[in-house]
């Protein structure tokens, strides 16, 4: 596993295939820019259609934020499906909750088809942080079962989350009960042998230095260029300045995480009873689970500026002992971060951007369940029908004020006021 950033997910990672590096000329039906889920998802449909595919890495396969992040496969969107309906229209509201259950069904499919080992694991909670939190959890679980007949759903009272979480810094809150949880970086290994298998070709150090798109697209890296029919660019928060025309739709933001050394049964089951994964209502998000190997995984603690703690581990412990302070003795094995994107909105943004040039990124922290689709519906967009993808499109994304110059200092001013408002609790 050399070429990957140190964390608990690259130690205990699959035994993987290592891809060679573009070099010369080549000729396909499909340039992927980018072997995180979306690309890596797009290459297994096409490939699986008879397409010729070309992925190109800038490093490993799932070496960016699809290697190293919470690993929660859970339905829905950060807007609700009354703000949804309000911005599209029901019909366009009712497809893209529809989309978000499809994406977690995907993502097992995909797990079960081709045999992924990821330490899958059942059910998500999501949990309030403070107690006038618990009111509008709940009416969304209500609203989800009433209103969109989702059976999938179901009400915690305070007593269960304490109960169930081992703490009183908990309170109700909802439990996803078709939601799963995974070994990120097994997953993605997973994707990239299941589309190799499938006819895709994968080139690792890679990157693009830039392209073309039109009747004919070509994709340039240092040692070679590949010539295509389509472009997908599947980078989210390693665009980059590679394409400016949506550059200022995201954000690149850091998230950290941590893994304790392995814990005793009983340990594990006073802090996570039914070994879900759990996330908060904070505005700056803490999620945990218990690991395949029984380490408790913790992340949250973001960093906007672009600069890393000395010692992520330390860093990230913080508000793991506000919930757990008799977890003070307990070691730091890994820490690490991860780079994702959010958009403004924080709704993903898909874009048919020329007639041969598709996009999707953005997917502010749903990425596992939502990149996997995203790539699916680029492959859908190319081969069938570009239908639900563009349900997605239709659905309008921002550009950050001031455009990538000036979002991220208004973003940082913006991002530490609610952590500090976060931290009150």
């Known amino acids: 596993m050399s070429g990957y950033e140190p964390s608990y997910y690259v130690a205990s990672a699959n035994a993987g295939v290592s891809f060679g590096q573009l070099q010369g000329?080549?000729?396909?039906?499909?340039?992927?820019?980018?072997?995180?889920?979306?690309?890596?998802?797009?290459a297994l449909h096409l490939a699986q259609r008879g397409y010729r595919v070309a992925v190109l890495e800038s490093q490993r396969v799932g070496w960016g934020a699809s290697g190293r992040n919470g690993g929660q496969v859970c339905p829905g969107h950060n807007k609700d499906h009354e703000e949804l309906q309000a911005k599209v229209g029901k019909q366009d509201a009712d497809a893209l909750w529809q989309l978000s259950l499809d994406s977690v069904e995907l993502v097992k499919d995909l797990i079960t088809e081709h045999q992924i080992d990821c330490d899958l694991k059942q059910g998500i909670a999501y949990v309030a942080a403070k107690p006038g939190d618990v009111s509008w959890i709940h009416d969304s679980a209500t609203?989800?079962?009433d209103k969109l007949n989702y059976e999938g759903i179901r009400h915690l009272s305070t007593d269960q989350v304490q109960e169930m979480l081992g703490t009183d810094r908990y309170f109700g809150g909802k439990l996803w009960t078709d939601a799963v949880h995974l070994h990120p970086l097994n997953y993605a290994l997973g994707l990239a042998g299941a589309a190799q298998k499938a006819g895709a070709v994968i080139y690792e150090n890679s990157a693009v230095t830039g392209y073309t798109s039109g009747d004919q697209c070509e994709v340039k890296t240092a040692q070679g260029r590949v010539r295509s029919r389509y472009i997908l660019l599947a980078c989210n928060g390693y665009l980059g300045n590679l394409e400016p025309r949506i550059a200022g739709k995201i954000m690149p933001i850091k998230s950290l995480m941590l893994a304790t050394e392995p814990l005793p049964d009983e340990l594990i089951r006073r802090i996570n009873r039914d070994d879900v994964a759990v996330a908060d209502s904070k505005f700056s998000v803490n999620y945990f689970r218990i690991s395949g190997d029984k380490r408790l995984l913790w992340g949250g603690r973001e960093t906007y500026t672009g600069r890393m703690p000395a010692d992520i581990g330390a860093y990230a412990r913080g508000p793991m002992l506000k919930r757990y302070p008799f977890l003070k003795d307990v070691k730091i094995d890994y820490g690490w971060g991860g780079q994702l994107a959010i958009t403004l909105n924080r709704m993903p943004h898909f874009e048919r951007l020329d007639p041969q040039l598709f996009v999707a990124q953005g997917y502010s922290g749903h990425g596992v369940a939502l990149a996997t689709l995203g790539g699916k519906l680029m492959a859908d967009a190319i081969a069938t029908s570009a239908e639900q993808f563009d349900v997605f499109a239709r659905f309008p994304t921002?550009?950050?004020?001031?455009?990538?110059?000036?979002?991220?200092?208004?973003m940082v001013a913006g991002m530490l006021y609610y952590s500090l408002r976060d931290s009150l609790f």
């Open 25 to 42: 000329d080549v000729e396909t039906d499909v340039c992927i820019v980018g072997a995180g889920y979306t690309g890596l998802s797009a």
């Open 143 to 145: 609203y989800m079962q």
């Open 398 to 410: 921002p550009t950050f004020p001031g455009g990538t110059l000036l979002r991220k200092p208004g």
